[in-house]
Nanobody, 129 residues
């Protein structure tokens, strides 16, 4: 049974930083398509970073240049370094993954396909102005 567990959320002031971590249990799912997905109250889920098994990463325009995603397949972990945080980054952040490679759009991991097989429980990020 695959389990994903996030940690690292919290409350920060605008301009601050947080680092989220996701650990995978029960599978090497971290080696395949993984994503950080966020959802704010009243809003739809939004992928902020999608990481494919070949190392390619696609970021949402809203976080490009501020967020850095990475994975460590030896430790079965996924990370999201979030810098220059803005109040609009406030959301529940989820780690999600699949047993196969990412769906590609124009050769890049898709940010719009969110039908992942595995999801963590989420970690809350709150950014105050």
């Amino acid at each position: 049974q695959v389990k994903l567990m996030e940690s690292g959320g919290g409350s920060v002031r605008a301009g601050g930083s947080l680092k989220l971590a996701c650990e995978g249990f029960g599978s090497t799912v971290i080696r395949k398509c993984m994503a950080w997905v966020r959802q704010a109250p009243g809003s739809e889920r939004e992928a902020v970073a999608v990481l494919d098994g070949d190392g390619s990463i696609n970021y949402a325009d809203s976080v490009k240049g501020r967020f850095t995603a990475s994975k460590d397949t030896t430790k079965n972990t996924l990370s999201l370094q979030m810098d220059a945080l803005k109040p609009e980054d406030s959301a529940m952040y989820y780690c999600a993954g699949d047993r196969w490679g990412c769906t590609l759009i124009n050769g890049r991991p898709s940010l719009v396909h969110l039908d992942y097989s595995y999801w963590g429980q989420g970690t809350q990020v709150t950014v105050s102005s």
